[in-house]
Protein backbone atom coordinates (compact mmCIF):
# COMPACT_ATOMS: atom_id res chain seq x y z
CA UNK A 1 0.00 0.00 0.00
CA UNK A 2 1.74 3.72 -0.86
CA UNK A 3 0.61 6.81 0.97
CA UNK A 4 0.94 10.08 -0.52
CA UNK A 5 3.37 12.26 1.34
CA UNK A 6 3.94 16.16 1.19
CA UNK A 7 6.68 17.59 2.10
CA UNK A 8 8.23 20.82 1.64
CA UNK A 9 9.52 21.00 -1.72
CA UNK A 10 8.37 17.82 -3.14
CA UNK A 11 5.38 15.41 -3.63
CA UNK A 12 6.42 12.75 -3.19
CA UNK A 13 4.23 8.86 -3.06
CA UNK A 14 7.17 6.65 -2.05
CA UNK A 15 6.60 5.55 1.61
CA UNK A 16 4.65 3.64 2.89
CA UNK A 17 1.88 3.38 5.18
CA UNK A 18 3.76 0.23 7.31
CA UNK A 19 7.07 2.59 7.44
CA UNK A 20 5.13 5.63 8.87
CA UNK A 21 2.81 3.48 11.03
CA UNK A 22 5.90 1.90 12.96
CA UNK A 23 7.75 5.35 13.23
CA UNK A 24 4.69 6.51 14.97
CA UNK A 25 4.52 3.48 17.38
CA UNK A 26 8.25 3.86 18.08
CA UNK A 27 7.59 7.86 18.76
CA UNK A 28 4.49 6.88 20.89
CA UNK A 29 6.43 4.10 22.62
CA UNK A 30 9.62 6.44 23.40
CA UNK A 31 7.27 9.70 24.55
CA UNK A 32 5.28 7.01 27.06
CA UNK A 33 8.12 5.63 28.29
CA UNK A 34 9.34 9.08 29.07
CA UNK A 35 5.70 10.62 30.96
CA UNK A 36 6.11 7.44 33.26
CA UNK A 37 7.24 8.69 36.77
CA UNK A 38 10.78 8.59 38.15
CA UNK A 39 10.26 5.99 40.46
CA UNK A 40 8.87 3.50 37.85
CA UNK A 41 10.93 4.17 35.16
CA UNK A 42 14.46 4.11 36.67
CA UNK A 43 18.20 3.32 35.44
CA UNK A 44 20.77 5.10 33.47
CA UNK A 45 18.65 4.40 30.68
CA UNK A 46 15.66 6.10 31.86
CA UNK A 47 18.17 9.48 31.01
CA UNK A 48 19.00 8.58 28.13
CA UNK A 49 14.81 8.63 27.00
CA UNK A 50 14.11 11.76 28.51
CA UNK A 51 17.25 13.20 26.97
CA UNK A 52 16.10 12.00 23.29
CA UNK A 53 12.38 13.53 23.78
CA UNK A 54 13.38 16.94 24.85
CA UNK A 55 10.33 19.01 26.70
CA UNK A 56 12.25 22.12 26.07
CA UNK A 57 10.21 23.52 29.15
CA UNK A 58 12.71 26.24 30.75
CA UNK A 59 12.99 28.65 33.09
CA UNK A 60 9.22 27.41 33.83
CA UNK A 61 9.25 27.22 37.34
CA UNK A 62 10.17 30.49 39.35
CA UNK A 63 10.15 28.87 42.90
CA UNK A 64 13.35 28.57 45.34
CA UNK A 65 16.44 27.20 44.10
CA UNK A 66 18.05 24.25 45.58
CA UNK A 67 21.48 24.90 46.45
CA UNK A 68 24.39 22.92 48.17
CA UNK A 69 25.88 24.20 51.24
CA UNK A 70 28.87 22.67 53.31
CA UNK A 71 30.25 23.46 56.89
CA UNK A 72 33.98 21.56 57.95
CA UNK A 73 35.58 21.03 61.23
CA UNK A 74 38.28 19.67 63.08
CA UNK A 75 36.16 17.63 65.30
CA UNK A 76 32.49 16.73 65.25
CA UNK A 77 31.84 19.18 67.74
CA UNK A 78 33.62 22.18 65.98
CA UNK A 79 31.95 22.35 62.82
CA UNK A 80 31.61 25.81 61.64
CA UNK A 81 28.98 27.74 59.37
CA UNK A 82 27.41 26.19 56.61
CA UNK A 83 28.80 28.07 53.53
CA UNK A 84 28.00 27.51 49.68
CA UNK A 85 29.72 24.96 47.96
CA UNK A 86 31.41 26.90 45.23
CA UNK A 87 31.02 30.67 44.23
CA UNK A 88 29.81 31.76 41.19
CA UNK A 89 31.95 32.31 38.30
CA UNK A 90 32.61 35.63 36.91
CA UNK A 91 32.17 36.26 33.40
CA UNK A 92 34.85 36.74 30.81
CA UNK A 93 34.59 38.08 27.22
CA UNK A 94 35.54 34.29 25.38
CA UNK A 95 32.37 32.77 27.51
CA UNK A 96 30.95 33.54 23.98
CA UNK A 97 32.55 30.51 22.49
CA UNK A 98 33.84 28.65 25.65
CA UNK A 99 32.55 28.44 29.32
CA UNK A 100 33.97 25.74 31.20
CA UNK A 101 32.99 27.86 34.55
CA UNK A 102 29.34 27.97 34.17
CA UNK A 103 28.91 24.72 32.47
CA UNK A 104 30.91 23.07 35.78
CA UNK A 105 28.46 25.15 37.97
CA UNK A 106 25.09 24.29 35.47
CA UNK A 107 26.44 20.48 36.02
CA UNK A 108 26.45 20.74 39.89
CA UNK A 109 23.36 22.64 40.01
CA UNK A 110 21.83 19.30 37.92
CA UNK A 111 23.18 16.68 40.50
CA UNK A 112 21.81 18.66 43.46
CA UNK A 113 18.21 19.01 41.72
CA UNK A 114 18.44 15.58 41.27
CA UNK A 115 18.56 14.80 44.81
CA UNK A 116 16.06 16.64 45.62
CA UNK A 117 13.78 15.41 43.24
CA UNK A 118 15.10 11.42 44.26
CA UNK A 119 14.22 12.42 47.77
CA UNK A 120 10.81 13.72 47.01
CA UNK A 121 9.67 11.42 44.56
CA UNK A 122 11.99 7.81 44.47
CA UNK A 123 12.89 8.20 48.32
CA UNK A 124 10.35 10.07 49.55
CA UNK A 125 8.92 6.81 51.80
CA UNK A 126 12.00 4.86 52.46
CA UNK A 127 14.28 7.75 53.23
CA UNK A 128 17.20 5.22 54.49
CA UNK A 129 17.67 4.22 50.60
CA UNK A 130 18.20 7.49 49.49
CA UNK A 131 22.13 7.41 51.30
CA UNK A 132 22.73 4.61 49.05
CA UNK A 133 21.73 6.61 45.83
CA UNK A 134 23.67 7.76 42.79
CA UNK A 135 22.13 11.53 43.26
CA UNK A 136 23.24 11.52 46.54
CA UNK A 137 26.98 9.94 46.36
CA UNK A 138 27.22 12.22 43.59
CA UNK A 139 26.12 15.16 45.74
CA UNK A 140 28.43 13.44 48.59
CA UNK A 141 31.45 13.91 46.72
CA UNK A 142 30.84 17.43 45.54
CA UNK A 143 30.16 18.18 49.39
CA UNK A 144 33.69 16.02 49.80
CA UNK A 145 35.67 17.79 47.30
CA UNK A 146 34.26 21.46 48.91
CA UNK A 147 35.04 20.21 52.34
CA UNK A 148 38.90 19.03 51.22
CA UNK A 149 39.31 22.56 49.30
CA UNK A 150 37.74 24.47 52.86
CA UNK A 151 41.21 23.12 54.49
CA UNK A 152 43.50 24.46 51.80
CA UNK A 153 44.10 27.80 53.26
CA UNK A 154 46.92 26.29 56.37
CA UNK A 155 44.54 25.90 59.50
CA UNK A 156 44.11 22.92 61.11
CA UNK A 157 43.39 20.04 58.68
CA UNK A 158 39.48 19.47 58.25
CA UNK A 159 38.48 15.95 59.81
CA UNK A 160 34.46 15.91 59.49
CA UNK A 161 32.28 18.18 57.17
CA UNK A 162 28.32 17.74 56.61
CA UNK A 163 26.01 19.00 53.91
CA UNK A 164 23.05 20.34 53.28
CA UNK A 165 20.33 21.29 50.35
CA UNK A 166 18.54 24.53 51.34
CA UNK A 167 15.96 26.03 49.15
CA UNK A 168 16.63 29.42 48.09
CA UNK A 169 15.26 32.67 47.05
CA UNK A 170 16.69 35.94 46.28
CA UNK A 171 17.07 36.64 49.97
CA UNK A 172 18.94 33.44 51.06
CA UNK A 173 17.58 29.94 51.90
CA UNK A 174 14.32 29.40 52.98
CA UNK A 175 14.01 25.95 54.29
CA UNK A 176 16.38 22.63 54.26
CA UNK A 177 15.59 19.85 51.40
CA UNK A 178 17.99 17.13 52.27
CA UNK A 179 20.91 17.01 55.14
CA UNK A 180 23.19 14.61 55.76
CA UNK A 181 24.78 13.18 58.60
CA UNK A 182 28.35 14.40 59.83
CA UNK A 183 31.16 12.28 58.00
CA UNK A 184 34.97 11.63 58.74
CA UNK A 185 37.16 12.83 55.67
CA UNK A 186 39.42 10.03 55.12
CA UNK A 187 42.80 11.88 53.66
CA UNK A 188 43.91 8.63 52.34
CA UNK A 189 41.95 8.80 49.59
CA UNK A 190 41.25 12.38 48.73
CA UNK A 191 45.33 13.55 48.13
CA UNK A 192 45.13 15.17 44.62
CA UNK A 193 42.02 13.81 43.18
CA UNK A 194 39.81 15.84 44.65
CA UNK A 195 41.95 18.94 43.50
CA UNK B 1 18.66 28.00 -0.40
CA UNK B 2 19.09 24.39 -1.43
CA UNK B 3 18.70 21.58 0.96
CA UNK B 4 22.57 20.29 0.48
CA UNK B 5 23.50 24.27 1.10
CA UNK B 6 20.89 23.88 4.62
CA UNK B 7 22.23 20.54 5.50
CA UNK B 8 26.23 21.37 5.10
CA UNK B 9 25.55 24.60 6.77
CA UNK B 10 23.54 22.98 9.53
CA UNK B 11 26.54 20.28 9.73
CA UNK B 12 29.81 22.90 9.78
CA UNK B 13 27.56 25.11 12.58
CA UNK B 14 27.49 21.81 14.16
CA UNK B 15 31.18 20.83 14.12
CA UNK B 16 31.92 24.42 15.34
CA UNK B 17 29.51 23.96 18.60
CA UNK B 18 30.85 20.56 19.07
CA UNK B 19 34.28 22.17 19.08
CA UNK B 20 33.96 24.62 21.86
CA UNK B 21 31.98 21.57 23.86
CA UNK B 22 35.38 19.42 23.19
CA UNK B 23 37.65 22.38 24.93
CA UNK B 24 35.20 22.56 27.41
CA UNK B 25 35.69 19.31 28.03
CA UNK B 26 39.43 19.13 27.89
CA UNK B 27 39.38 22.39 30.18
CA UNK B 28 37.49 20.20 32.81
CA UNK B 29 39.11 16.71 32.11
CA UNK B 30 40.28 16.47 35.93
CA UNK B 31 37.12 16.12 37.13
CA UNK B 32 36.53 13.30 35.42
CA UNK B 33 39.26 11.26 36.99
CA UNK B 34 38.93 9.00 39.96
CA UNK B 35 38.01 10.17 42.62
CA UNK B 36 36.73 13.21 41.34
CA UNK B 37 33.39 14.83 41.27
CA UNK B 38 32.24 12.92 37.69
CA UNK B 39 33.66 9.64 38.93
CA UNK B 40 32.34 7.18 36.53
CA UNK B 41 32.56 4.33 39.06
CA UNK B 42 29.77 6.47 40.85
CA UNK B 43 26.98 6.27 38.06
CA UNK B 44 27.71 3.08 36.30
CA UNK B 45 25.95 1.37 39.46
CA UNK B 46 23.10 2.55 37.85
CA UNK B 47 23.21 0.20 34.88
CA UNK B 48 22.95 -3.15 35.09
CA UNK B 49 26.27 -4.99 36.01
CA UNK B 50 27.10 -6.29 32.28
CA UNK B 51 25.69 -3.23 30.30
CA UNK B 52 28.46 -1.34 33.08
CA UNK B 53 31.30 -3.29 31.62
CA UNK B 54 30.58 -2.51 28.23
CA UNK B 55 30.39 1.42 29.22
CA UNK B 56 32.90 1.47 30.82
CA UNK B 57 35.35 0.55 28.11
CA UNK B 58 33.97 4.06 26.57
CA UNK B 59 33.30 5.84 29.55
CA UNK B 60 35.88 4.95 32.35
CA UNK B 61 39.24 7.56 32.17
CA UNK B 62 40.44 8.20 30.25
CA UNK B 63 38.64 6.27 27.90
CA UNK B 64 35.81 9.19 27.96
CA UNK B 65 38.76 11.12 26.77
CA UNK B 66 39.05 9.38 23.55
CA UNK B 67 35.61 9.36 23.12
CA UNK B 68 34.97 13.20 23.39
CA UNK B 69 37.78 13.52 21.04
CA UNK B 70 36.47 10.85 18.68
CA UNK B 71 33.20 12.80 18.50
CA UNK B 72 34.86 16.03 17.37
CA UNK B 73 36.92 13.90 14.45
CA UNK B 74 33.16 12.85 13.42
CA UNK B 75 31.27 16.28 13.97
CA UNK B 76 34.05 17.38 11.23
CA UNK B 77 34.00 14.75 9.60
CA UNK B 78 30.17 15.48 9.23
CA UNK B 79 30.80 18.96 8.37
CA UNK B 80 33.71 17.85 5.30
CA UNK B 81 32.14 14.76 4.15
CA UNK B 82 28.89 13.60 5.40
CA UNK B 83 27.86 9.89 5.26
CA UNK B 84 25.91 7.68 7.25
CA UNK B 85 29.02 6.57 9.16
CA UNK B 86 30.60 9.17 10.64
CA UNK B 87 26.73 10.66 11.10
CA UNK B 88 26.30 7.11 13.29
CA UNK B 89 29.54 7.54 15.12
CA UNK B 90 28.40 11.29 16.41
CA UNK B 91 24.98 10.12 17.15
CA UNK B 92 26.89 6.93 19.44
CA UNK B 93 29.53 9.10 20.83
CA UNK B 94 27.03 11.48 21.77
CA UNK B 95 24.46 9.19 23.25
CA UNK B 96 27.07 7.89 25.14
CA UNK B 97 28.18 10.99 26.65
CA UNK B 98 24.70 11.51 27.75
CA UNK B 99 24.97 8.31 29.63
CA UNK B 100 27.87 9.92 31.19
CA UNK B 101 26.00 12.58 32.99
CA UNK B 102 22.88 10.96 33.65
CA UNK B 103 20.68 12.25 30.48
CA UNK B 104 22.87 15.79 30.22
CA UNK B 105 25.89 18.05 31.37
CA UNK B 106 23.91 21.30 30.29
CA UNK B 107 20.02 20.70 29.96
CA UNK B 108 18.54 21.60 26.71
CA UNK B 109 21.36 21.79 24.98
CA UNK B 110 22.22 18.26 24.87
CA UNK B 111 18.92 17.38 23.96
CA UNK B 112 19.40 19.87 20.91
CA UNK B 113 22.53 18.28 20.33
CA UNK B 114 20.90 14.91 19.75
CA UNK B 115 17.95 16.20 17.92
CA UNK B 116 20.63 17.29 15.45
CA UNK B 117 22.79 13.92 15.17
CA UNK B 118 19.75 12.36 14.82
CA UNK B 119 18.54 14.65 11.70
CA UNK B 120 22.10 14.03 10.05
CA UNK B 121 21.88 10.10 10.50
CA UNK B 122 18.49 10.73 8.72
CA UNK B 123 19.93 13.11 6.21
CA UNK B 124 22.47 10.74 4.99
CA UNK B 125 20.07 7.93 4.72
CA UNK B 126 19.99 6.83 1.00
CA UNK B 127 16.19 7.90 0.30
CA UNK B 128 15.50 10.96 -1.39
CA UNK B 129 12.99 12.28 0.98
CA UNK B 130 16.04 12.51 3.62
CA UNK B 131 17.58 15.35 3.59
CA UNK B 132 14.15 17.09 3.53
CA UNK B 133 12.76 15.21 6.26
CA UNK B 134 16.00 15.64 8.15
CA UNK B 135 15.92 19.58 8.12
CA UNK B 136 11.96 19.69 8.69
CA UNK B 137 12.64 17.43 12.02
CA UNK B 138 15.27 20.35 12.93
CA UNK B 139 13.27 23.20 11.93
CA UNK B 140 10.39 21.75 13.70
CA UNK B 141 11.77 21.15 16.73
CA UNK B 142 13.97 24.13 16.96
CA UNK B 143 10.51 26.19 16.64
CA UNK B 144 9.04 24.13 19.52
CA UNK B 145 11.73 25.03 21.78
CA UNK B 146 11.07 28.56 21.84
CA UNK B 147 7.11 28.28 21.55
CA UNK B 148 6.98 25.40 24.20
CA UNK B 149 9.18 27.53 26.59
CA UNK B 150 7.24 30.45 25.96
CA UNK B 151 3.51 28.69 26.77
CA UNK B 152 5.04 27.21 30.29
CA UNK B 153 6.39 30.83 31.14
CA UNK B 154 3.06 32.02 30.02
CA UNK B 155 1.32 29.96 32.36
CA UNK B 156 3.35 31.19 35.41
CA UNK B 157 1.97 34.05 37.53
CA UNK B 158 5.77 35.21 37.90
CA UNK B 159 6.65 35.52 34.65
CA UNK B 160 3.56 37.60 33.75
CA UNK B 161 4.58 40.18 36.78
CA UNK B 162 7.97 39.62 35.68
CA UNK B 163 9.39 39.06 38.99
CA UNK B 164 10.86 35.21 37.45
CA UNK B 165 12.81 36.95 35.37
CA UNK B 166 14.41 39.02 37.95
CA UNK B 167 14.83 36.37 39.98
CA UNK B 168 16.76 34.14 37.57
CA UNK B 169 19.13 36.81 36.37
CA UNK B 170 19.83 36.89 40.21
CA UNK B 171 20.22 33.73 41.25
CA UNK B 172 22.02 32.63 37.79
CA UNK B 173 25.30 31.61 37.19
CA UNK B 174 26.52 34.49 36.96
CA UNK B 175 26.37 37.63 39.73
CA UNK B 176 24.16 40.21 38.21
CA UNK B 177 25.78 42.63 36.40
CA UNK B 178 26.26 45.78 38.56
CA UNK B 179 24.78 47.99 35.69
CA UNK B 180 21.65 46.02 35.99
CA UNK B 181 21.29 46.37 39.04
CA UNK B 182 18.57 48.91 39.31
CA UNK B 183 17.25 47.90 36.26
CA UNK B 184 16.28 44.40 38.05
CA UNK B 185 14.62 46.74 41.07
CA UNK B 186 11.91 48.04 38.77
CA UNK B 187 9.19 45.86 38.44
CA UNK B 188 7.57 48.02 35.67
CA UNK B 189 10.78 47.04 33.16
CA UNK B 190 11.23 43.62 34.70
CA UNK B 191 7.21 43.16 33.87
CA UNK B 192 8.48 45.03 30.29
CA UNK B 193 11.40 42.57 29.58
CA UNK B 194 9.34 39.02 30.66
CA UNK B 195 6.53 40.45 28.07
CA UNK B 196 9.40 40.97 25.34
CA UNK B 197 10.58 37.61 26.05
CA UNK B 198 7.29 35.98 25.96
CA UNK B 199 6.57 37.99 23.17
CA UNK B 200 9.07 36.60 21.17
CA UNK B 201 9.08 32.84 22.25
CA UNK B 202 5.46 32.67 21.65
CA UNK B 203 5.87 34.15 18.40
CA UNK B 204 8.73 32.28 17.37
CA UNK B 205 6.49 29.77 14.73
CA UNK B 206 6.42 32.83 12.58
CA UNK B 207 9.95 32.19 11.54
CA UNK B 208 8.71 29.05 9.73
CA UNK B 209 5.30 29.64 8.77
CA UNK B 210 5.50 33.41 7.80
CA UNK B 211 8.69 33.73 5.45
CA UNK B 212 8.47 37.51 5.77
CA UNK B 213 9.39 37.31 9.45
CA UNK B 214 11.76 34.33 9.23
CA UNK B 215 15.22 36.83 9.24
CA UNK B 216 13.74 38.97 11.87
CA UNK B 217 12.38 36.55 14.08
CA UNK B 218 16.09 34.69 13.61
CA UNK B 219 17.94 37.84 14.24
CA UNK B 220 15.78 38.14 17.21
CA UNK B 221 16.91 34.65 18.37
CA UNK B 222 20.38 35.50 18.16
CA UNK B 223 20.15 38.42 20.47
CA UNK B 224 18.05 36.28 22.56
CA UNK B 225 20.58 33.86 23.24
CA UNK B 226 23.77 36.35 23.20
CA UNK B 227 21.63 37.75 25.99
CA UNK B 228 21.22 34.73 27.89
CA UNK B 229 25.13 34.03 27.14
CA UNK B 230 25.70 37.14 28.91
CA UNK B 231 23.28 37.68 31.44
CA UNK B 232 23.21 33.50 32.69
CA UNK B 233 26.30 31.89 31.13
CA UNK B 234 24.26 29.70 28.34
CA UNK B 235 26.84 29.70 25.92
CA UNK B 236 26.47 26.19 24.53
CA UNK B 237 22.58 26.95 23.31
CA UNK B 238 23.66 30.40 22.04
CA UNK B 239 26.00 27.69 19.31
CA UNK B 240 23.79 24.52 19.32
CA UNK B 241 21.06 26.83 18.36
CA UNK B 242 22.43 28.73 16.03
CA UNK B 243 23.03 25.21 14.33
CA UNK B 244 19.49 24.98 13.50
CA UNK B 245 18.74 28.33 11.72
CA UNK B 246 19.64 26.89 8.27
CA UNK B 247 16.97 24.31 8.46
CA UNK B 248 14.90 26.79 9.46
CA UNK B 249 15.59 29.19 6.46
CA UNK B 250 14.79 26.20 4.33
CA UNK B 251 12.09 24.94 5.78
CA UNK B 252 10.28 28.37 5.24
CA UNK B 253 11.32 29.23 1.86
CA UNK B 254 10.36 25.57 1.34
CA UNK B 255 6.81 25.86 2.54
CA UNK B 256 6.47 29.13 1.23
CA UNK B 257 7.01 27.70 -2.61
CA UNK B 258 4.53 25.34 -1.73
Given at each position: ?????T????H???????Y?????????V??????R?????S??L?????????S????????????????????????????????R???A????????????H????????????????T???N??????????????????????????????P???Y???????D?????????????????????????? | ?T?T???????R?????????T?????????????????????R?E?????????D??????????????????????A???N????????????LL???????????????????????V?????????????????????????????????R????????A????????????????L???A?P????M?????????L?????????A???P?L???????????????????????????????????Q???G
Open positions: MVATVVPGQVSELSIALGWLLVGLAVAWLCTRSRELGGAHLLKALVPWKFFDEAGPVPRLFVRTGTSRNTLGPWRPHAPPCRWWHLFVNAPVLELADETTVMRLVDDATTFAEPHALERSVSYRLVDRLARIAAVHDGDDGREIAVQFKIALCEIGPVEDAVQSPIYTIEHAHCAEAYR | MDVALALTALLALAVLFQVEYWQMRSRLRPGAKWDWSIGTFHPPLARVLQFLRWPNVLALVGLRLVAAIGLLVPLFVALVFLCTTLTLRWRGAVNGGSDAMCLVLATALVATLPHPLATDVALCYIAVQSTLSYWVAGVVKLSVSWRRGTLSKFVRLGSYPPPTALGLLVRWMRLSALALTFEGFPLALLVPCTGMIAGAVFHLANTYLLGLTRFLWIWLATYPALVYCASLAV
